[in-house]
């Protein structure tokens, strides 16, 4: 038996693509367990680069099965647009894609309630993406969602839409004064879908569940972060998914039993994307300059990363929360051309030092970060391929976060092309 997920430890945007993509050389079956096209999985070799949203990062390598699993929402105009891309590249999807029957649809009134309720005065801006992620996991929830399953008869297909364009009409314009397209446009545009998505879809449960007793090796693949969770997470400025590694097992039909290891993946940084506390960030030019030499930008959405420095808080979270017994460090050589370094241990508020993730959010805005200052190396680490071959200093730093979350790392990245990394262990 060889399960194994990978998870992001922060707020998203730790580098999972790549981390993926490199792990997958050694497994059969990519999983993707949670989320919608919010997310974005950049992958760089031979000199291009790819961003995913929806299909498992692993699709680039020959050979593996690709899995979309019921845990994610699928908006089918994004996937069908994503799996052109992928063909255009020279990628074959036959037979090495396959999309859970049980999957919720992403339906256009599902963004247009994100876009209505995240414009609108009277609520909290939580900063989505718009793309209706939200709302289609609310319907699934509330037990009103159409899934790819119903692609397979017509008539329920027309009959479960009928049902939801009256509601979501009628809220619409009363809440947002916003106009939905027509019932039949609405419907045609989502059998213009139907083919293709009828071609790939399978119960992707008993599929796993096969995999696994032929001893396949499958690598169970997280969306967004620990941090982003909706239950875990800063919670209002959230995803709508469980984003930690139990939701593996909720999104993909595995159970518990089955997962042999986690491994977590985290910048040697921290970012975040949209509204929400964030206690490391820097309003000043180190923060400044961490965006320009980390290139951090949403893959997803263009809109430029909050950054700050390393809070091991968070990370510690993430380590127990997850279960994680390997880490992926990224983003290393981003922090080459700084002076002093700095790792959050803990926040101060109002006299009192927690060292554990607060639930309150007063904490969190508002508390003061508690630093250990590191120096830095001045020196490239850009391609290195040993730890032996970083700076001393690096070293040092790595060292001391290793000490700091008692978890050792499974390998570092230093570049985003697949050759710029430390490798420290095997994955199965």
């Known amino acids: 038996m060889s399960v194994a997920v990978v998870v992001g430890m922060q707020w998203g945007d730790?580098?999972?693509?790549?981390?993926?993509?490199?792990l997958a050389e050694d497994a059969d079956v990519i999983a993707r367990y949670a989320g919608g096209h919010n997310a974005g999985h950049t992958?760089?070799?031979d000199?291009?680069?790819?961003?995913l949203h929806l299909i498992p990062s692993g699709i680039f390598h020959s050979g593996t099965l690709c899995v979309i699993g019921n845990g994610v929402v699928v908006d089918p105009a994004a996937l069908i647009h994503e799996m052109d891309l992928l063909k255009k590249a020279g990628v074959d999807l036959d037979g090495?894609?396959?999309?859970?029957?049980?999957?919720?649809i992403i339906m256009p009134y599902h963004s247009t309630f994100d876009?209505?309720?995240?414009?609108?005065?009277?609520?909290?801006?939580i900063g989505t993406?718009?793309?209706?992620?939200?709302?289609?996991?609310?319907?699934?929830?509330?037990?009103?969602?159409?899934r790819t399953c119903d692609y397979r008869d017509e008539g329920r297909l027309r009959k479960k839409l009928k049902a939801n364009y009256e509601e979501k009409s009628a809220i619409l314009k009363d809440l947002y004064g916003n106009e939905l397209p027509t019932y039949e446009c609405m419907f045609d545009e989502l059998m213009g879908f139907r083919e293709t998505i009828l071609k790939y879809i399978g119960d992707t449960h008993v599929l796993l569940r096969d995999q696994i007793a032929q001893n396949k090796k499958v690598l169970c693949e997280g969306a967004q972060g620990t941090m982003l969770d909706v239950d875990h997470g800063t919670y209002p400025f959230v995803t709508s998914s469980n984003s930690i590694s139990g939701g593996a097992c909720?999104?993909?039909?595995?159970?518990?039993?089955?997962?042999?290891r986690v491994v977590g993946v985290i910048k040697a940084y921290t970012t975040r994307v949209g509204e929400g506390p964030f206690p490391t960030e820097l309003h000043d030019s180190d923060g400044e300059k961490l965006r320009k030499e980390g290139h951090e930008f949403g893959s997803t959405t263009g809109r430029p990363r909050r950054c700050g420095w390393f809070d091991a808080v968070v990370a510690r979270y993430g380590i127990h929360l997850n279960g994680i017994d390997a880490i992926a460090l990224t983003k290393v050589d981003v922090l080459d051309r700084f002076d002093t370094l700095r790792v959050c241990t803990g926040y101060k508020y109002k006299g009192k030092i927690y060292e554990e993730m607060p639930a309150d959010l007063d904490i969190l805005g508002n508390g003061e970060p508690v630093y250990t200052e590191f120096a830095?190396?001045?020196?490239?680490?850009?391609?290195?391929?040993?730890?032996?071959?970083?700076?001393?200093?690096?070293k040092r730093y790595i060292d001391a976060l290793g000490k700091i979350l008692g978890v050792g790392f499974l390998m570092i990245s230093t570049g985003p092309g697949r050759e710029e990394t430390i490798h420290q262990g095997a994955l199965f």
């Open 14 to 22: 730790e580098g999972k693509g790549k981390v993926i993509d490199l």
């Open 43 to 45: 992958i760089v070799f």
């Open 47 to 51: 000199g291009n680069q790819h961003i």
């Open 96 to 104: 090495r894609l396959v999309i859970s029957d049980r999957a919720n």
């Open 115 to 125: 876009k209505g309720r995240e414009n609108s005065s009277g609520f909290e801006k």
């Open 129 to 146: 993406t718009g793309r209706g992620i939200g709302p289609s996991y609310a319907d699934k929830i509330a037990r009103a969602g159409i």
């Open 250 to 260: 909720t999104g993909l039909g595995i159970p518990p039993t089955q997962i042999d």
């Open 376 to 394: 830095g190396w001045n020196q490239s680490t850009v391609g290195a391929e040993s730890f032996d071959q970083l700076p001393d200093n690096a």
